[in-house]
T-cell receptor, first 115, second 115 residues
């Protein structure tokens, strides 16, 4: 079974600064997808960014980018120019490319953005 | 496009009562997922459907839980009888498996409190 681990329960960053959230996963599969979801106080789960394991290029979405290290099974999220609206719980998630579409989530990292 | 719609947004009930949670997936999506979020267990998959057919219900905690998807635009999650330990936020998500990365889009969740 796949597992996802987020070792930082809480992180804080100053507004306009950069922060990196860590995620590691364990799998024996070679083809899979990785996601970062954001959950603000409204509880809505919002997709931030996704990465296909077969792609070597790291995904980017505006101020959000990932550092995908397949051999190390690491998938960190970098938020540049942090904004107050980035404050939320961030979840890393894994999905196999084979055999169904179950998402396996990490425990989450609570990000605080200080003005 | 409307996103995933869930109702009710909040539900407070007494132990032993029947609770029904409802979900309308995004039009055209062929996968539907029910997740539960608690402080103790994080986000966990309860059940998912493909083309209205249950594919994996191994996450359903016990016989008190049941889920149905009578058509492509509606699903229910029923708890009967409810217990205080069922208190959680229940999310519905949907996706379209096009062969590329199918991203799951989440509804706003239903916060269930069982007294």
């Amino acid at each position: 079974a796949q597992t996802v681990t987020q070792s930082q329960p809480e992180m804080s960053v100053q507004e306009a600064e950069t922060v990196t959230l860590s995620c590691t996963y364990d799998t024996s599969e070679s083809d899979y997808y990785l996601f970062w979801y954001k959950q603000p106080p409204s509880r809505q789960m919002i997709l931030v960014i996704r990465q296909e394991a077969y792609k070597q290029q790291n995904a980017t979405e505006n101020r959000f980018s990932v550092n995908f290290q397949k051999a190390a099974k690491s998938f960190s999220l970098k938020i540049s120019d942090s904004q107050l609206g980035d404050a939320a719980m961030y979840f890393c998630a894994y999905r196999s490319a084979v055999g169904g579409s179950r998402l396996t989530f990490g425990e989450g990292t609570q990000l605080t953005v200080n003005p | 496009d409307a996103g995933v719609i869930q109702s009710p947004r909040h539900e407070v009930t007494e132990m032993g009562q029947e609770v029904t949670l409802r979900c309308k997936p995004i039009s055209g999506h062929d996968y539907l997922f029910w997740y539960r979020q608690t402080m103790m267990r994080g986000l966990e998959l309860l059940i998912y459907f493909n083309n209205n057919v249950p594919i994996d219900d191994s996450g359903m905690p016990e016989d008190r839980f049941s889920a149905k998807m009578p058509n492509a635009s509606f699903s229910t999650l029923k708890i009967q009888p409810s217990e205080p330990r069922d208190s959680a936020v229940y999310f519905c998500a949907s996706s379209w498996a096009s062969g590329a990365v199918d991203t799951q889009y989440f509804g706003p969740g239903t916060r269930l409190t069982v007294l």
